[in-house]
């Protein structure tokens, strides 16, 4: 419902000038934002150096882009680490970008909400025989004046998530990174220990069958050297289409293309890393983890829309209008004489929205609402947050021991055990049949061994991030433990 109030004739142009001034006082409380001169990306790039040591960077010009794809292109002509992967992504991928972008754009919210409401003038003339009429009028919204402060203060805290979104982003970008590198740098092992397999059974099948053919074995254990040879030649083959998948997904997360796609990687593992013991996991994560700070800005940003709604509860809208109206009007006397009549009018509105029919309370029982659901996000994910953070740490350690023990018992036991069987099948104390099962459980443990030290890294990286932000939690590499089982199940 509109409700009007119109002051007469005796308003002055000083009116006008009050509202002028009314207009510049919302713009000094109001306290009108600036474009930062980093693009808003200072926090992302604060927390990437603290928590990764590593560089971020928003391309916005040409200088700044043949920066970056120099530092990229210094980074590529040596052969890739995981920390050198970490930061060509941070510098290359243009996901990363559009999400600076997207920071951009909320900054250019929180700007256009701290300025006062635009005027709106408007002028109109009626003409007839020896008339005249020009209306000149200007209308402000007070009620948008009134709230520019609290409005303003709450543009400037959803400018502040947005910048805690975008270093989530970063984050996110590098973990992933991270562990596609792992399984990457694992699949080439992989393929490297296939064909290092492939090439010693090989030459064993060569010498069965030339001892075949003199006689020298029997059919059934040359086909069972056979069939091992050739299925050690399938696993090569499916090894080598997944090192082939696992590049292509490494190569999409630092967004490389064209000639950098020549970039080399190292054929093995690094040693597992130094296994670290963090005391208090879940206080660490409440108080270090982005998403969490970001689900606490909401909640605040709620709750002071919360309070600008019960303020503002029982009016929608206040337009304040000033009206200045010049007449003329020409009319013939009797005697023939014309007379001219000039008049100037002004007018005052005061136009009031009152929503007279629930009086604010569905905006009220709305924000309210709104402001509950936040509160209850927030104590859900602090509660999975300390969650995560202890499945983290025990999958950490639980990938780290494991992969331990393949190094420093299963491998060393499995050579163990196929260098005494070739030594006894020379001596013709065992046949070929056990030799080839000692060799192929050897693969497969070797095999596990390379998945386990995957997995340890992955791990490690998964129960960094748990603590910072932007990782998941069981996003392990693979199945080390089931890839050992089963002797003669294919290894993948």
Request: net charge positive.
């Amino acid at each position: 419902m509109t409700s009007a109030f119109r002051s007469a004739d005796q308003t002055s142009s000083a009116t006008i000038r009050r509202f002028t001034l009314l207009a510049g006082v919302a713009v000094i409380l109001g306290g009108c934002a600036t474009f930062s001169a980093d693009g808003g990306v200072g926090t992302a790039q604060t927390i990437a150096y603290t928590e990764l040591n590593k560089d971020v960077v928003k391309i916005t010009d040409d200088a700044a882009a043949g920066s970056a794809k120099a530092r990229v292109d210094q980074l590529l002509k040596k052969p890739l680490t995981a920390d050198s992967a970490v930061q060509i992504a941070l510098l290359n991928n243009r996901g990363l970008q559009a999400a600076f972008n997207e920071l951009g754009i909320a900054e250019a919210q929180m700007v256009a909400a701290s300025l006062p409401p635009n005027p709106r003038f408007a002028i109109s003339s009626r003409t007839g025989t020896g008339f005249l009429e020009i209306e000149r009028q200007v209308v402000g919204s007070l009620f948008a004046l009134a709230t520019l402060p609290a409005r303003a203060d709450i543009a400037r805290d959803r400018f502040q998530n947005a910048q805690l979104r975008a270093a989530e982003a970063v984050l996110k970008l590098a973990a992933d990174t991270r562990k596609q590198y792992y399984r990457s740098v694992a699949a080439n092992a992989q393929v490297g220990f296939y064909e290092q397999a492939k090439s010693t059974t090989d030459a064993a099948t060569q010498l069965f069958k030339r001892l075949g053919e003199s006689g020298g074995i029997n059919k059934l254990d040359q086909a069972r050297e056979f069939a091992f040879d050739a299925e050690l030649g399938a696993q090569l083959a499916q090894a080598r289409l997944q090192q082939r998948q696992e590049r292509e997904r490494l190569v999409r997360q630092l967004g490389l293309w064209g000639d950098d796609l020549k970039f080399r990687m190292p054929a093995s593992l690094p040693a597992l890393p130094r296994l670290q013991s963090v005391k208090a996991v879940e206080a660490e994560a409440l108080r270090k983890r982005v998403d969490i700070q970001i689900a606490r800005g909401e909640l605040d940003l709620l709750a002071k829309s919360l309070g600008l709604t019960q303020v503002t509860r029982f009016v929608n809208d206040v337009d304040l209008l000033g009206r200045r109206i010049y007449e003329r009007e020409r009319s013939v006397l009797p005697d023939g004489d014309v007379e001219r009549v000039t008049s100037r009018n002004r007018t005052l509105e005061l136009e009031i929205d009152i929503p007279i029919y629930d009086f604010g309370q569905s905006k009220v029982a709305l924000a309210e609402q709104t402001y509950m659901q936040a509160a209850n996000k927030l104590a859900e994910k602090a509660v999975n947050v300390r969650s995560e953070a202890r499945e983290a740490y025990v999958s950490y350690r639980g990938t780290y021991d494991i992969a331990r023990q393949y190094i420093a018992n299963v491998l060393p036991l499995r050579k163990i055990i196929q260098d005494e069987a070739l030594l006894q099948y020379n001596g013709m104390l065992i046949d070929v049949t056990q030799l080839i099962t000692d060799a192929r459980a050897r693969i497969l443990s070797n095999v596990a061994g390379i998945n386990a030290r995957r997995d340890a890294w992955i791990a490690h990286t998964d129960f960094k991030h748990a603590l910072i932000g932007g990782g998941s939690v069981g996003g392990g590499g693979g199945t080390a433990v089931a890839a050992a089982g089963g002797g003669d199940a294919p290894a993948h």
